[in-house]
Structure formats: structure tokens, C-alpha cells
């Protein structure tokens, strides 16, 4: 079990800029992580990966604003979100994914709340 601890959310207008980070506990250089979102009345959904090499993928909601970068040595994986929209607005989470199915492996942390509203 590896505790990952995210930070970063707040309120924004529509059309900013907001960056997120998963801080974990141990290592997880070797693990594929996952960006993930819950919006209000939502199941919880996949943002992104990315891989222990760093490549990532990224759902269609958000391809093209949203950028996943991790840095191992901190530990530490970043979510980078520009043009946001009111439907980004959710509890963002992360954790390891599994390369087979890309679920998540560890227990869930409190996430971040991000709410972008006029």
C-alpha cells in the first residue's frame, strides 16, 4: 500500500489554468499512475495515465488541455489542466494503475475539490 496524498484544487473561471499534484508515501517509479475525477452525482472516471516510462493517455473530455507529468524522484505526479470547463469540476484523485486494465491498486485518498464556475 502506497498513501498518496492530492493537492492543488480551488476555484476558477472557465477558461483557467490549474495544476495538481499526488504526493506519495513510498515508491511508485516502477507503477503506472492515474489521474481520476468524481464529479457531483458521477462515478468516479478516469482522466489519465501515465506509464513508468512516461507516456501517457488521456480520456476525449479532456485531450488537449489536460497534460499528466510525473517526476520519481519527488515522487510526486502532476496533473496540469488549461481551458477549463464547469464539467471539470469534480474531487479529483490519483493512484497506481495496473498496466493489465489500468484499475487502480491503492485505497483512495481524500482528493482535491476543483470547481471551475463563472
Known amino acids: 500500500q502506497v498513501q498518496l496524498v492530492e493537492s492543488g484544487g480551488g476555484l476558477v473561471q472557465p477558461g483557467g489554468s490549474l495544476r495538481l499534484s499526488c504526493v506519495a508515501s513510498g515508491f511508485f517509479n516502477m507503477y503506472a499512475m492515474g489521474w481520476y475525477r468524481q464529479a457531483p452525482g458521477k462515478q468516479r472516471e478516469l482522466v489519465g495515465t501515465?506509464?513508468?516510462?512516461?507516456?501517457?493517455n488521456y480520456a476525449d473530455s479532456v485531450k488537449g488541455r489536460f497534460t499528466i507529468s510525473r517526476d520519481n524522484a519527488k515522487n510526486t505526479v502532476y496533473l496540469q489542466m488549461n481551458s477549463l470547463k464547469p464539467e471539470d469540476t469534480a474531487v479529483y484523485y490519483c493512484n497506481r494503475n495496473r498496466r493489465t486494465d489500468w484499475g487502480p491498486i491503492d485505497s483512495w485518498g481524500q482528493g482535491t475539490q476543483v470547481t471551475v464556475s463563472s
Open positions: 501515465i506509464t513508468s516510462g512516461g507516456s501517457t
